[in-house]
């Protein structure tokens, strides 16, 4: 697994595990968004859309753009694959473990049967 700190990690999944940021990230890989655009589809203030991006920023899951008062964000895969290898650490992880178990079940009830 990639070598990051825990820390950056739990940013991440915090950032992740809200329903209205996953939203934001779903908008941001079509392209380019405003703030103001983000915040469109979303009924709440301009303000809680900007708290979600800073979350989102802070994870770097998004990267933001200053051009005046226009602030335009974009998508940031690199810290998805982060995400995405350290889901396929832990698969791989307790795949092994399961299977490990499935044939220690399998062993003792082939014993089982032999002592009959």
């Known amino acids: 697994m990639v070598n990051i700190l825990s820390s950056d990690l739990d940013n991440l999944f915090y950032a992740?595990?809200?329903p209205t940021r996953r939203q934001i990230l779903k908008?941001?890989?079509?392209?380019?968004?405003?703030?103001g655009e983000l915040s469109d589809p979303?009924?709440?203030s301009l303000q809680?859309?900007?708290k979600h991006i800073k979350?989102?920023?802070?994870?770097?899951?998004?990267n933001r753009k200053k051009s005046g008062r226009i602030h335009e964000c974009t998508i940031n895969p690199e810290a998805l694959k982060i995400a995405e290898?350290?889901?396929q650490f832990y698969t791989q992880f307790w795949n092994n473990q399961l299977d490990?178990?499935?044939?220690n079940l399998e062993s003792k009830n082939k014993s089982s049967k032999r002592s009959k």
Not at 100 to 103: D, E, L, N, V
Request: aromatic share 6%.
């Open 27 to 35: 908008m941001l890989n079509e392209g380019t968004h405003t703030i």
């Open 42 to 44: 979303f009924k709440m």
């Open 85 to 87: 290898e350290c889901i």
């Open 16 to 18: 992740l595990s809200d």
């Open 55 to 62: 979350i989102l920023e802070s994870a770097k899951l998004l």
């Open 48 to 50: 809680a859309i900007s």
């Open 100 to 103: 490990a178990f499935a044939a």
